[in-house]
Structure formats: structure tokens, C-alpha cells
């Protein structure tokens, strides 16, 4: 086996890219600081669940190619990005609407797995994360994979289970250690309104990149 695939550059590089991308705010993170305020931590597992199941399922669709056809098809990238955002400035209204409370119709109950899989497809984040995992870190794992494009995209989705999902938990359990301090007066409200502009700014800055 050659010093070349033997090479811990292409897997450091991944890996670093994973855990900056995964820890820092993201319509995902926000959501999940939100479930566990609002749910605690335990209601907020299936959703940590559906979002890693939906980075490996973007994950798998880049690496096959079938997230670059679909982009590069005449008018479809746009509509997506404005139907993604056009989702997330929802959720961000339903967090600052007036009657946006812990016991309200819109928020009784964390989102459910195959929700939070769903989610991952009007995500801009998570597209930007699974479209450069693809064509910037993929590459380089081929060697040491012997040119297994399927093996190696299995790597690759592995790593942002490994690495993402304790940094995605950080975010619920943020979220879950302020339940108790959030349901004394107001704070519950305050807290809602700047989650969901900080989701209203992410989306519309993720979006037009």
C-alpha cells in the first residue's frame, strides 16, 4: 500500500471541516436548542437521529452525483432555495409570533425523526455541507479507499455521524440545561424571539451564498 493512501491529510481535513461546520449555529443547532428548552433533552433524541440521517442521505445523493444533476437542472436550484427559505422564515415566524408559548398548538411536541430528515432537504446548511463534503474531501479519500466511490461516501457520511453528532448534541443539551431558568416569567418569550430571528438571519445568509 502506498504512502499515499496511507495519508492522514485528506481524513484530518474531513474531519475538521465536519466539526467546524457541525458546531457552529446552523438552522439545525437552533432547532435543537429550541426542541430541548422547550421538550428537554430525551424528546429532543429523534430529532438529533433524523438530522444525522439526513446529512448521510444528502451525503449519499452528492456522492453519487444525483445532488449535482438535480442543482445544475434550469431553474431547480433556485426554486429550492426559495422554498427552503421560504420553510425556515415559517418556523422563524412561529417562534416570534405573539403567541409563540411552551403550551402553544405550533410547538406542542419536538419534531419527529423523519421530520428532522425531511428538514435536512430545506436546509441550505446542509446542502452547502453535503455538496462540499463531495467535491472537496471526497477526492481525496479514494485512494485509500482503492477508488471505491461507495465506500468512500460511507466514510464520509460516517465521519459527520461520528464528529457531528456529539456537536449537534452540545446544542440540545445547551437548549435543555436553560428549560428550568426559561419557564420563570417572561424569559420562555424572550428566548423564542431571538432564537427566530437568529434562524431568520441564518437562512436568509446560508441561502444567498
Known amino acids: 500500500m502506498s504512502p499515499e493512501s496511507l495519508s492522514l491529510a485528506p481524513w484530518v481535513a474531513l474531519a475538521l471541516f465536519v466539526f467546524a461546520t457541525s458546531i457552529t449555529p446552523g438552522p439545525n443547532n437552533l432547532m435543537l436548542t429550541v426542541t430541548g428548552a422547550q421538550f428537554g433533552l430525551r424528546a429532543t433524541v429523534p430529532a438529533m437521529a433524523g438530522i444525522l440521517a439526513g446529512m448521510s442521505l444528502l451525503i449519499g445523493l452528492a456522492g453519487a452525483g444525483v445532488a449535482t444533476l438535480l442543482l445544475t437542472a434550469p431553474g431547480l436550484e433556485p426554486a429550492l432555495r426559495a422554498l427552503g427559505l421560504g420553510y425556515l422564515l415559517w418556523l422563524a415566524w412561529k417562534l416570534c409570533a405573539p403567541d409563540a408559548r411552551l403550551d402553544s398548538r405550533e410547538i406542542r411536541r419536538p419534531l419527529t425523526m423523519t421530520e428532522a430528515i425531511l428538514f435536512q432537504f430545506a436546509n441550505p446548511k446542509a446542502w452547502m455541507m453535503a455538496m462540499t463534503a463531495a467535491s472537496t474531501f471526497l477526492p481525496g479519500l479514494l485512494p485509500a479507499t482503492s477508488g471505491n466511490q461507495t465506500t468512500a461516501t460511507l466514510a464520509v457520511a460516517l465521519c459527520f455521524m ?34 427566530g430571528l437568529l434562524l431568520a438571519v441564518t437562512a436568509l445568509g446560508m441561502t444567498w451564498i
Open 162 to 195: 461520528l464528529i457531528g453528532g456529539p456537536c449537534i448534541a452540545c446544542w440540545a443539551i445547551l437548549g435543555a440545561a436553560l428549560q428550568c431558568w426559561l419557564r420563570q416569567g417572561s424569559r420562555l418569550r424572550r428566548f423564542n424571539i431571538v432564537m
